[in-house]
């Protein structure tokens, strides 16, 4: 990521190369909490498509709109971003195709390390979603903490 690109931009580019665009995000009424992850918010988006008659869009794409928001969120409150992480503490979120997330610690200390160990992972337990995080500022649960990178099976990982 160029140091001087925001995280909103950066995810708002990886938005375009799934195929959706800005108004993915700025054409939802979808409110982001302060609470809401990434998963809660790509929910959130499909059901409220879902009640307008639209058909969702797909998982990718919600996902991505979602990463958006959420970073957008963070920009707007520094004093809830979680802040830079640290080798050695990072936590896999996996997305599997029920809904359903489950974390587990990462092994690894290295990130590049880390990226080998969570996609063996994630491929493993048959999802197209994953994500790294480092826990500060956020907890165990799913979603939390400082957003490292994400592995999209169709992408592959970005950050």
């Known amino acids: 990521m160029n140091p001087i690109q925001s995280s909103s931009d950066h995810?708002?580019?990886h938005l375009k190369s799934v195929?959706?665009?800005?108004s993915d995000v700025s054409g939802s009424?979808?409110?982001v909490k302060p609470e809401d992850t990434v998963e809660s918010a790509a929910s959130g988006l499909r059901i409220q498509q879902q009640q307008q008659g639209?058909?969702?869009s797909n998982q990718s794409t919600l996902h991505a709109a979602a990463q958006v928001l959420i970073s957008r969120r963070d920009e707007h409150d520094?004093?809830?971003y979680p802040g830079t992480s640290q080798p050695g503490e990072y936590q896999l979120d996996i997305h599997h195709e029920?809904?359903?997330t489950t974390r587990e610690?990462?092994?690894e200390t290295d990130l590049e390390a880390a990226q080998i160990w969570a996609q063996?992972?994630?491929e493993a337990d048959g999802a197209n979603f994953g994500a790294i995080y480092f826990p500060a500022g956020g907890g165990a649960d799913p979603g939390t903490g400082a957003l490292e990178c994400s592995y999209d099976r169709s992408v592959g990982w970005y950050r």
């Open 11 to 13: 995810f708002g580019q």
């Open 19 to 22: 195929g959706g665009s800005e």
């Open 29 to 31: 009424n979808y409110l």
């Open 54 to 56: 639209n058909a969702p």
């Open 78 to 80: 520094p004093g809830n």
């Open 98 to 100: 029920t809904g359903r």
């Open 105 to 107: 610690p990462i092994p």
């Open 120 to 122: 063996a992972r994630i």
